[in-house]
């Protein structure tokens, strides 16, 4: 059963809008460099300048597009729910998003509990906003040679320089800390995705359901997390093969592929 009641809209006055637009604006940030950060910056190289890829590698060049799916349907309906919950949102309209979007027997609770700025969303959006700045900074330092598919371009060089005299891999760095922040800021006992979405209709499965969707998501974390290793395995056998000393002595200079000092 639903547990909606669409006669009861948000009182303005009860709410704390300055922390819904803050997270709005957070959630707004976070899209913006997932979305950027999750397209190539490049075409496809030709097929000549491409290495062999197995059906994993071939598989995991979707993964961007899942990706955006999740990060623009996530964030389109945070903000909606968000944006009723405001003083800001015409009462119509804000009856709509509480109608469509809040399964709630309180809806006044639910915006409430939603509009609050917790240390776990801060964390996950810094995290995942981070991620997307150092990400477009590997863009930017390898130019054209960045690209999806592991490919050596033509005039190919090995950047050592700037971030990647830290790390050897920061652009597997940057995605991993977008999805880490996405799970933690989607998952969070004040998301809206836990809080009053349709996935929990009824209040007793609602743990269970919780415990369900934190395991799948946690699943793919660890396994794209495993892909992109073995891909940064495979990855440094090519720049091996191509740059033979340069890259031995760069490797030596930076042993650390993700994160410095660690690993």
Aim: glycine share 4%; hydrophobic share 45%; aromatic share 10%.
């Amino acid at each position: 059963m639903l547990r909606n009641n669409i006669n009861t809209l948000p009182s303005p006055d009860n709410l704390p809008p300055t922390m819904a637009i803050v997270k709005l604006l957070l959630l707004l940030a976070m899209l913006s460099g997932q979305h950027y950060a999750t397209t190539a910056p490049n075409a496809r190289p030709p097929s000549g300048e491409l290495r062999q890829q197995a059906r994993w590698e071939v598989a995991i060049l979707w993964l961007p597009i899942l990706l955006k799916f999740l990060f623009w349907l996530w964030t389109l309906s945070e903000s909606a729910v968000l944006i009723a919950a405001t003083d800001y949102c015409p009462a119509g309209l804000s009856q709509s998003i509480v109608h469509y979007l809040v399964r709630s027997d309180d809806p006044q609770g639910a915006l409430t509990h939603i509009s609050s700025l917790t240390p776990t969303f801060l964390a996950g959006s810094v995290l995942s906003i981070i991620g997307s700045l150092l990400r477009t900074h590997c863009y930017r330092a390898l130019g054209r040679m960045f690209t999806y598919e592991l490919s050596i371009r033509k005039e190919h060089k090995l950047i050592t320089s700037g971030v990647y005299a830290i790390v050897r891999h920061p652009s597997y760095t940057g995605a991993i800390s977008i999805v880490l922040g996405f799970l933690l800021c989607g998952l969070s006992r004040h998301s809206w995705l836990v809080t009053c979405s349709p996935l929990f209709p009824d209040p007793s499965i609602e743990t269970r359901m919780m415990n369900v969707l934190a395991s799948t998501f946690i699943s793919m974390f660890v396994g794209v997390v495993a892909m992109l290793v073995q891909r940064m395995n495979n990855e440094d056998v090519m720049l091996e093969k191509n740059f033979g000393e340069e890259w031995k002595s760069w490797a030596r200079r930076v042993p650390c592929r993700l994160i410095p000092r660690m690993y």
